[in-house]
Nanobody, 124 residues
Framework: QVQLVESGGGLVQAGGSLRLSCTAS????????MGWFRQAPGKEREYVAA????????YYADSVKGRFTISRDNAKSTVYLQMNSLKPEDTAVYYC?????????????????WGQGTQVTVSS
């Protein structure tokens, strides 16, 4: 079992930046690919970014490519999402997720483990 706890959400003006963190406990963090998803009010949950177990491969949804960066520190059992040039349409609850493979998150929008989410609000 893996427990995921997100932090770092908040209110920011358009064009600003935030960094989300997700710390894992339980089974070996470095065995898992990690990802971020988000869900805006009235919309379905959508995939945002994923990173493989080593941090060597990263993947992004087209909507965030060039603005968001996913990274991980296996020594700290933590995955990050650096969000720059934020837009009002980035407003959502952001969820950290873990899976044995990135493809499950990227292609199926699913994961084996989920955090409880952190709110990100971008004002115009």
């Amino acid at each position: 079992q893996v427990q995921l706890v997100e932090s770092g959400g908040g209110l920011v003006q358009a064009g600003g930046s935030l960094r989300l963190s997700c710390t894992a406990s339980g089974r070996t963090f470095s065995s898992y690919a990690m990802g971020w998803f988000r869900q805006a009010p009235g919309k379905e949950r959508e995939y945002v970014a994923a990173i493989d177990w080593s941090g060597g491969d990263t993947y992004y949804a087209d909507s965030v490519k060039g603005r968001f960066t996913i990274s991980r520190d296996n020594a700290k059992s933590t995955v990050y999402l650096q969000m720059n040039s934020l837009k009002p349409e980035d407003t959502a609850v952001y969820y950290c997720a873990g899976s044995l493979v990135t493809s499950k998150m990227r292609q199926l929008g699913e994961a084996d483990y989920w955090g409880q989410g952190t709110q990100v609000t971008v004002s115009s």
